[in-house]
């Protein structure tokens, strides 16, 4: 069974960084694309990030554009949220999804995402 599971949240100091895992098991990850998501009670669930199946494209929310970073390690079967100049309004529960590739080097920050991690809070505050 494919399953995605995040790392790395907590609690961290505004202008601080954090680094969000996103690890698979159960399929080599080098078929899907990812998406990491985050949600705040309330509020409607916002796609931040993307990563084509092969790296080799990325989207960006214009709200993290040039603060987050989304990478993959196909060998390892991980995906990363490298999140810098962190701002309270980061806090948010963070959520890592994959969908199965139809086209290479495609990624979608909305549509359909057919497998989701557990999430992991990341709280910014002083």
């Known amino acids: 069974q494919f399953q995605l599971v995040e790392s790395g949240g907590g609690l961290v100091q505004p202008g601080g960084s954090l680094r969000l895992s996103c690890v698979a098991s159960g399929s080599s990850l080098g078929y899907y694309y990812i998406g990491w998501f985050r949600q705040v009670p309330g509020k409607e669930r916002e796609g931040i990030a993307c990563?084509?199946?092969?790296?080799?494209?990325?989207n960006y929310a214009d709200s993290v554009k040039g603060r987050f970073t989304i990478s993959r390690d196909n060998a390892k079967n991980t995906v990363y949220l490298r999140m810098n100049s962190l701002k309270p309004e980061d806090t948010a529960v963070y959520s890592c999804?994959?969908?199965?590739?139809?086209?290479?080097?495609?990624?979608?920050?909305?549509?359909?995402?057919?497998?989701w991690g557990q999430g992991a809070q990341v709280t910014v505050s002083s």
């Open positions: 999804a994959a969908e199965r590739r139809v086209f290479s080097g495609l990624c979608y920050l909305s549509g359909t995402y057919s497998t």
């Open positions: 990563i084509s199946d092969n790296g080799g494209r990325t």
